[in-house]
């Protein structure tokens, strides 16, 4: 699992400079904001911060630190698999299904960010 | 010629005063009715009557024999999905309510027995990519029809006797938006009129008005940028993804025409403008029409006029939530309504100028406080991006919630649940969304925590509805979440989070009765007659977005709370 975290992690770090979908288009203009993230960037830094400030934070609180609306996330003892299914798919009258509003990128970035999190 | 032409309009004289004759004596009791300050034997609107005090006349239950309140029958809706959140209504001795998925039941209100149901059939893959689903929390009466909106953006009206669909009219581009109805119509006149979710999801929070028999949509109004002035305080065009909404329904004026209706927050909910908020940030300006109360001409959905409660709204405080309690006060007629950041307001009911504003809760700090004179925010805590020094205060839940309050006009006093808490804040600065599209906006990280006074609780305030004294106060460990009944019987019912629903006297807040149904609250609580006997009708079942909040909060119950489920408990003398 760890292997498949740092593989992931660098997908998202790399993502925003991916120019072939319509999510890097919202990724880049994230960046044409900001200063580009250097390549040792931690993932707290990548674009899963504002990403899930954007949307996840709603529910998961203190930025997926505590448990709210929805779960905490930090130190999650779910797996990778779980988690993408899960934002991709919702849980019906708990949380939304983003499947068709993130890419996998995003979603990649957004898991990234959740592993990266300390407690 | 000319004779043919008399005869003919003699004729038409006629059949126009025979029409008049035969259809004025149902029309004017009902508008009679609704315009009354208290519901006799039906609820038959929202919010109990146009005056919106959830005020019940009927006496039979009062608080002598209310010790002998039991339960009378049950119902159990099919896919309760987070519980129940509508407010029943009543007519003719027949109840009606709505359930998860827009489905709609009607019961005879003495037995229970099922009359007819409806289940529409949703875009479920719409269903589920949203965040306020698949709740619904209410219903309208009116031209023989019964009125519900759907989450994936649409208003039904279904034949009163049978539960047979009359129109099925497609108003929103949920796909689009990613947000539909879940707030009961309001009819008036031959108008029937909805509000569409809003605030975190981007788009322009419409409401509309269609025409209640044919099911013709006649008008739009937008909450977002709905006139020039409007759109002037939007910089960036960011009014194309502004939010606003009107969530809740809203109530009628009679003598000015005038339809009351809150509007809810600006997307995204927090700015990191900090006080350059007219000109930086997300959404640089006042963002009209949201976080206003608007007055619309049902006829035409034209702005007569507004009061915006908290212009550039940074904190997710909106104006949706909350009653348009309509009354008078020595010559003045006045209407109160309150807003989530705690405060209620008092407004001549002619033009929406502000009479007074009072803190219904204690723990308040994104304003050091709203000038009752004027309505202007006094020291505005404006956030900038980054960890807030201190929580914010009330918490994003608010200081006041969705669930109506009640007006007693024997006792003269207005009961209202407060929610006292604050949260943690993280303010981000966020991308930019520039088109709506299925994403919420909120631009923060946040935690729920105690206030500075005490624990995260609630209260029940029995005040003065224009000055806000407090005559007596029940407090609660959790807040309520569910609306509130005063009735003739000097009664006031509380059904509260645990499950529990309470009778209090209106006099003095001394508990009278209470009864646990087993699963807590979020929805409507009526009284109603049937075969000529009173009855209070509630629907129980556990599950919304604050009500989700709960189980951080305070552990058990609600940890192992069911939440897709739920039960209309109905109660009368045994």
């Known amino acids: ?119 | 010629m000319a004779l043919y032409y008399a005869r003919y309009l003699g004729g038409c004289a006629a059949l126009a005063l025979a029409a008049i004759l035969t259809a004025s004596p149902a029309h004017a009791q009902d508008a009679a009715a609704l315009n009354a300050e208290a519901a006799q034997n039906d609820w038959s609107t929202h919010h109990g009557t146009y005056k919106s005090y959830h005020y019940s006349g009927l006496e039979q239950i009062n608080a002598g024999n209310v010790k002998n309140l039991e339960v009378a029958w049950m119902h159990f809706p099919e896919r309760a999905t987070r519980g129940l959140q509508s407010t029943p209504l009543a007519m003719d001795g027949v109840l009606y309510y709505s359930g998860s998925y827009s489905r709609v039941y009607a019961l005879d209100g003495a037995t229970g027995k099922t009359i007819w149901t409806y289940a529409p059939e949703l875009d479920e893959e719409l269903v589920a990519k949203q965040t306020h689903s698949p709740y619904n929390r209410g219903i309208a009466l009116g031209q023989g029809n019964l009125y519900v909106g759907t989450v994936d953006g649409r208003l039904i009206a279904l034949n009163l006797k049978t539960g047979k669909p009359v129109f099925d009219l497609k108003l929103l581009d949920s796909k689009k938006v990613t947000v539909g109805f879940t707030g009961a119509p309001l009819v008036v006149k031959d108008m029937v009129i909805i509000g569409a979710q809003g605030g975190e999801w981007p788009g322009r929070g419409p409401i509309f008005g269609v025409d209640a028999k044919t099911g013709q949509k006649k008008w739009q109004f937008d909450t977002v940028a709905g006139t020039e002035e409007a759109m002037a305080t939007w910089g960036n065009d960011s009014w194309r993804t502004g939010g606003g909404g009107g969530w809740m329904p809203g109530a009628y004026d009679p003598e000015t025409n005038a339809v009351w209706w809150g509007t809810a927050n600006p997307a995204p909910l927090y700015d990191w403008s900090g006080p350059d908020w007219k000109k930086s940030g997300a959404r640089p300006g006042d963002n009209l029409y949201t976080t206003s109360v608007i007055a619309l001409d049902p006829d035409t959905g034209k702005l007569k006029f507004y009061h915006q409660e908290l212009p550039h709204d940074a904190w997710d405080f909106d104006s949706a939530v909350g009653e348009f309690v309509m009354i008078n006060r020595g010559d003045k007629k006045l209407v109160v309504h309150a807003n989530k950041s705690g405060f209620v307001f008092v407004y001549d009911r002619s033009n929406a100028k502000v009479e007074n504003v009072w803190p219904l809760v204690k723990n308040i700090n994104f304003v050091k406080g709203i000038d009752p004179k004027t309505g202007e925010l006094i020291g505005r805590r404006d956030l900038v991006a980054g960890k807030a020094e201190t929580p914010l205060c009330p918490a994003i839940a608010g200081g006041i919630s969705w669930n109506s309050g009640a007006y007693s006009p024997k006792t003269g006093l207005y009961y209202k649940i407060g929610q006292e808490w604050c949260m943690e804040l993280t303010v981000l600065k966020t991308t930019p969304i520039l088109e709506p599209m299925a994403q919420l906006n909120i631009g923060a990280d946040f935690k729920l925590v105690a206030p500075p006074d005490g624990a995260a609780r609630g209260h029940l305030d029995a005040r003065d509805p224009v000055t806000g004294a407090l005559k007596w106060e029940v407090n609660y460990k959790e807040p309520p979440l569910a609306s509130v009944l005063a009735t003739a019987g000097n009664l006031v019912f509380v059904p509260d989070a645990e499950g529990v629903v309470h009778a209090y006297s209106a006099d003095s807040g001394k508990e009278l009765w209470s009864h646990n149904n087993g699963m807590g609250h979020n929805a409507g609580i009526i009284s109603y007659m049937a075969g000529g006997k009173q009855y209070i009708a509630v629907p129980a079942g556990w599950g919304s977005l604050v009500a989700d909040e709960f189980v951080a909060l305070y552990g058990e119950p609600f940890k192992s709370m069911a939440k897709n489920t739920g039960a209309l408990v109905v109660f009368a003398l045994k």
């Open chain 1, 1 to 119: 699992m760890r292997i498949l975290f740092v593989i992931v992690a660098c997908m998202a770090i790399i993502w925003p400079w991916l120019p072939t979908t319509a999510a890097a288009d919202q990724s880049t203009s994230a960046g044409s904001a900001n200063p580009p993230a250097q390549p040792e960037a931690s993932s707290s830094d990548i674009d899963g911060e504002q990403m899930f400030a954007t949307t996840c934070g709603f529910c998961h609180q203190d930025g997926g630190r505590a448990a709210g609306r929805g779960p905490k996330l930090s130190k999650s003892e779910r797996s990778d698999e779980f988690i993408i299914e899960r934002i991709k798919n919702g849980k019906m009258g708990a949380m939304p299904a983003f499947g068709s509003v993130f890419s996998d990128g995003q979603i990649i970035a957004i898991l990234a960010y959740i592993r990266g999190l300390d407690d």
